[in-house]
């Protein structure tokens, strides 16, 4: 951020309530949001730059290196620039990015949607913890487990997708795999909109591995809340983008 005195009170302010201390859980993701939050609410605006990378992290109560593939991921995505030298840091873009999306989301929108799947995946992943799985069930559950974390980029959402109905069909209700197929078409429109962050695809891959295992073992508790925590990371990334 520029160390302009005519807006100095207002991004101390502005700047104190964004980059508060991220939750461990799901850091990388809030980290994005919280950047791009502090981009498109003005905090910092084009052209002007991010603070101090020691700074940012020790705001945020994140590493160093999670911070920097948080800023990478928003200069792949076009939002931000890294320049060196003694006037150096990363700098807002002049132009920033305008989405894929034909149509605008509103917050109450996203909100919505983003609330009705957690209360399906949620339970979903408790139920089917709760259940004596048989041993196809279980190799049900591997096999979609393997299959997500592999292939091309291209198919990724598709078998992502796949692992989180394979999960709602072993909890043994088919209305429930009917209405979480439904809020999955709804959140698949919304993540089309975004980039697919590399980052992201690696912390989703070692969410997933949690809750299966959590599923496998019988641990409803467990399983509810490695769910919980995974679908706030992508909560996070669409809010942070899409809001």
Avoid at 65 to 79: H, N
Avoid at 84 to 90: A, F, H, L, Q, S
């Amino acid at each position: 951020m520029t160390d302009s005195p005519a807006r100095t009170s207002t991004l101390a302010s502005a700047g104190d309530a964004l980059f508060r201390p991220v939750r461990t859980g799901n850091a990388f993701e809030e980290t994005v949001e919280r950047l791009l939050q502090a981009i498109r609410l003005g905090v910092a605006g084009p052209g002007e730059r991010l603070p101090a990378e020691r700074e940012l992290a020790t705001r945020l109560n994140i590493s160093r290196v999670t911070l920097r593939e948080a800023i990478r991921a928003l200069q792949e995505s076009g939002y931000v620039e890294s320049r060196r030298g003694r006037y150096g840091g990363t700098f807002v873009n002049e132009t920033l990015p305008t989405g894929k999306r034909t149509k605008e989301v509103t917050t109450t929108e996203l909100d919505d949607v983003l609330t009705m799947r957690r209360i399906l995946e949620v339970g979903a992943a408790e139920a089917a913890a709760a259940r004596t799985l048989t041993p196809e069930e279980r190799q049900y559950l591997r096999a979609h487990l393997a299959d997500s974390a592999t292939g091309a980029l291209s198919e990724y959402r598709r078998k992502d997708s796949r692992l989180h109905l394979a999960i709602a069909e072993v909890a043994g209700s088919p209305t429930l795999t009917s209405a979480v197929a439904d809020v999955r078409v709804r959140i698949n429109e919304l993540l089309d909109a975004i980039p697919l962050l590399d980052t992201n695809l690696d912390h989703s891959n070692a969410q997933h591995e949690q809750i299966v295992q959590r599923i496998l073992d019988g641990d409803p508790a467990k399983a509810r809340d490695a769910m919980a925590e995974h679908l706030a990371g992508t909560a996070s990334l669409l809010r942070g983008f899409l809001s």
